[in-house]
């Protein structure tokens, strides 16, 4: 199993943790841990998923986050948390 980091960004709106939550799991992808926050009518989550995906799958699941994102006015950006853990070492 791979292990995913996924952020969202943006403009708070009603259904925004229901469509990314249907979208993992319709694509069978388990969330670990989940955060969230509202400030300033910005909305803000972070979660650690993991899933079996291999390179195309991954691009293709990433990519479609994206799509998702943009259709609400979102960023949602996917990362191997292995990358991600590797970017934020000090």
Known sequence: ?????ITVIG????GIIAKVCTYLA????NIIDISQTITGGYFNMMMVAEANLQ????????????????TM??????????????????
């Open 73 to 90: 006015g979102l960023q949602i950006q996917t990362q191997n948390a292995d990358i991600f853990n590797m970017m934020h070492r000090i």
């Open 26 to 29: 319709d694509n069978n992808i």
């Open 55 to 70: 390179g195309q799958e991954y691009l293709r699941v990433s990519g479609e986050l994206a799509a998702l994102g943009s």
């Open 11 to 14: 403009h708070d709106q009603v």
């Open 1 to 5: 199993m791979k292990k995913l980091i």
